[in-house]
């Protein structure tokens, strides 16, 4: 770079700075300031209050817990792939394991669980034992 061309970069940033105060006063700064707040209170007002551990208890770990081992149960019956996958496999030692999983955690939700939740419960183990004991009795032949 020769001295010219430093000298011109020189009096540009000397320019940048006198520029940049001139403009904070009419108003920028508190412009980029307001729509920041403007896009958190959504989040903030939303119906659901965020979630908070404090109101957490081990039967809502329950509750979470269940439609994971379901899913788990589908996948291991080769009936569903596993998220982010396009290839099935069977495995039916580990669809016996998921599926006795959720019907444990059902039993120990009890009756913390409505009862539209045990007839959600009811009619999922029922169609997970079906197909299972179908892809088992396919996997004998």
């Known amino acids: ?34 729509p920041d707040l403007a896009a958190e209170e959504p989040e903030l007002t939303a119906e659901e209050p965020p979630p908070s551990f404090e109101d957490v208890n081990v039967f809502d770990l329950l509750r979470a817990m269940i439609p994971l081992f379901v899913q788990e149960a589908w996948v291991a019956l080769g009936l569903q792939a596993r998220p982010g996958a396009s290839d099935v496999a069977m495995d039916l030692r580990c669809a016996r394991v998921a599926i006795d999983t959720t019907q444990m955690l059902i039993e120990k939700l009890g009756d913390e669980a409505s009862p539209e939740e045990r007839r ?14 179908r892809r088992q009795a396919k996997s004998e032949e």
């Open 120 to 133: 959600e419960f009811d009619q999922v183990m029922t169609t997970l034992r079906v197909n299972f004991m």
């Open 1 to 34: 770079m020769s001295d010219e061309d430093r000298k011109q970069d020189e009096a540009s940033e000397a320019k940048e700075p006198v520029e940049e105060p001139a403009a904070e006063p009419e108003g920028p700064a508190p412009e980029t300031e307001e």
